[in-house]
């Protein structure tokens, strides 16, 4: 059974009229029980994820600051969200939800976070989003822990996974794959193992033609026996920001591949969802509920 990390601390109060579209991390397990794509019993709440497991991958100046709230106006502004108590603590139960995803991902061969896929997030700073780096905190824990020894991290979101990045330079163990928006956000790219940026207006079979190129190969070169995937329905033609031209279905193409890729060659794969900004809710809400759908298909 594809278990489903959610917690009601997701949906974040934010002051009016702010772009980032907190209301979904409500409506994606909503949607899904209404369909009887899911029951109760596939969500689970995860709890705050410990300081120490947070310094394996973030700087203990940064997270005092977090805890502390003593992050800067600047800092506030990069990051995009007016620091408070409840949303360190939502980031951290964040965190969590993605460790114990890769647990029941070792079991079950695939596991969901609601949220998460906070991949701007730098070792000492938050930005575009994201305050820490949920599946780099993840994947430090588990090479910490020895539960494996190479990780891939498949990163589709339509913004580059520039934190992750940056965090992962130096650690051959893990090996970061981003396809995203050449000319989108971040205008600073760090380096990735694998970056493909791709032009403004890519459409459905081009990306798709991309991906399908570029995968298998890679994932039978760097054989690794864990992966993170980072969904972000960002690539929509619908999306105020992503540039590209990708159809609702074609991106549910993309998830069914990934996760076809991965259950051929024995993968466990834990999925957080990553970014969304179309103007209706509901497209956003399709997208990422079209994700655990073909989790759930494939993976039952």
């Given at each position: 059974?594809?278990?489903?990390?959610?917690?009601a601390?997701?949906s974040h109060?934010?002051?009016e009229?702010?772009r980032?579209?907190?209301?979904?991390y409500?409506?994606?397990?909503?949607?899904l029980?209404h369909?009887?794509v899911?029951?109760?019993k596939n969500?689970f709440?995860?709890?705050?994820?410990?300081?120490?497991?947070?310094?394996?991958t973030h700087?203990?100046?940064?997270?005092?600051k977090l805890?502390?709230?003593?992050?800067?106006a600047?800092e506030?502004?990069?990051i995009?969200?007016?620091?408070?108590?409840l949303l360190t603590?939502?980031?951290?139960i964040?965190?969590?939800?993605?460790?114990?995803?890769?647990y029941?991902a070792m079991?079950?061969?695939?596991?969901?976070?609601?949220a998460?896929?906070?991949?701007?997030?730098?070792?000492?700073?938050?930005?575009?989003f994201?305050?820490?780096n949920?599946m780099?905190?993840a994947?430090?824990?588990?090479?910490?822990?020895?539960e494996?020894?190479k990780?891939?991290?498949?990163?589709?979101?339509?913004h580059?996974?520039?934190?992750?990045?940056?965090i992962?330079?130096h650690?051959?163990?893990?090996f970061?794959?981003s396809?995203h928006?050449?000319h989108?956000?971040?205008?600073?790219?760090?380096?990735?193992?694998?970056d493909?940026?791709?032009?403004?207006?890519t459409?459905?079979?081009t990306?798709l033609?991309?991906l399908q190129?570029?995968?298998p190969?890679?994932?039978?070169?760097?054989?690794p026996?864990?992966?993170?995937?980072?969904?972000?329905?960002?690539i929509?033609?619908?999306?105020?920001?992503?540039?590209l031209?990708?159809?609702?279905?074609?991106?549910?193409q993309?998830?069914?591949?990934?996760?076809?890729?991965?259950?051929?060659?024995?993968?466990?794969v834990?999925?957080?969802?990553?970014?969304?900004y179309s103007a209706d809710?509901?497209k956003?809400?399709?997208?990422?509920c079209?994700t655990?759908?073909a989790?759930?298909?494939?993976?039952?």
């Amino acid at each position: 059974m594809a278990l489903i990390a959610h917690s009601a601390i997701y949906s974040h109060p934010l002051p009016e009229g702010h772009r980032f579209p907190m209301l979904k991390y409500d409506l994606i397990p909503e949607q899904l029980l209404h369909e009887g794509v899911i029951t109760k019993k596939n969500i689970f709440e995860p709890v705050v994820c410990p300081k120490e497991t947070v310094l394996l991958t973030h700087t203990e100046e940064y997270y005092n600051k977090l805890i502390h709230q003593t992050l800067s106006a600047s800092e506030q502004r990069k990051i995009g969200f007016p620091q408070s108590p409840l949303l360190t603590e939502r980031e951290l139960i964040i965190a969590q939800g993605t460790i114990d995803c890769c647990y029941h991902a070792m079991k079950d061969s695939v596991a969901l976070n609601v949220a998460g896929g906070t991949h701007h997030a730098y070792a000492d700073k938050g930005e575009g989003f994201c305050l820490l780096n949920d599946m780099a905190i993840a994947a430090n824990y588990l090479l910490h822990r020895k539960e494996a020894t190479k990780i891939m991290i498949i990163d589709l979101d339509v913004h580059q996974g520039n934190g992750s990045a940056k965090i992962f330079e130096h650690e051959p163990r893990v090996f970061t794959f981003s396809m995203h928006g050449a000319h989108n956000y971040p205008f600073h790219k760090e380096k990735s193992d694998l970056d493909i940026p791709l032009l403004d207006g890519t459409d459905t079979n081009t990306y798709l033609s991309i991906l399908q190129n570029t995968l298998p190969g890679l994932l039978d070169k760097e054989k690794p026996q864990f992966a993170f995937f980072l969904s972000g329905v960002d690539i929509l033609d619908t999306d105020k920001f992503g540039k590209l031209k990708v159809t609702i279905a074609g991106c549910r193409q993309r998830d069914v591949f990934v996760f076809e890729e991965l259950k051929k060659r024995n993968i466990p794969v834990t999925v957080a969802m990553g970014g969304g900004y179309s103007a209706d809710v509901k497209k956003i809400v399709e997208a990422h509920c079209n994700t655990f759908k073909a989790a759930i298909d494939i993976y039952s």
